[in-house]
């Protein structure tokens, strides 16, 4: 499996990004496609969530200001930020979980994609 996120930039508090992850070798049977991000020095934060099934979860950092989607044919996973503030500054990571929870092996993770927000 391999994910590789993209999209990140420079942008003006209050303003809108979407981020991409394509994504290669998803397995047929999968737990869920998910957006993290990690500012530095803390630990990984869930974003959103799209399980395999469809079902959609927002993290409460950025509930109601983000949309998750997932382009099944093109095999793209998008975040779409609104209104993003210079707390939401990070790096913006793609994951897939899939397999055995207990596995290390359940978490694959995409390099990860710099958003940077301005006052």
């Known amino acids: 499996v391999q994910l590789q996120a993209s999209g990140g930039g420079v942008v003006q508090a209050g303003g809108s990004l979407r981020l991409s992850c394509q994504i290669s070798g998803l397995p047929e049977r999968f737990d869920s496609l998910n957006w993290f991000r990690e500012v530095s020095g803390m630990q990984r934060r869930l974003i959103a969530a799209v399980e395999s099934g469809g079902a959609v979860h927002y993290g409460d950092s950025m509930k109601g200001r983000v949309t998750i989607s997932r382009d099944k044919i093109k095999g793209v996973l998008y975040l779409q930020m609104n209104d993003l503030k210079p707390d939401d500054t990070a790096v913006y990571f793609c994951?897939?979980?899939?397999?055995?929870?207990?596995?290390?092996?359940?978490?694959?993770w995409g390099r990860g994609t710099l958003v940077t927000v301005s006052s």
């Open positions: 994951n897939l979980q899939a397999g055995n929870s207990y596995s290390p092996n359940y978490n694959h």
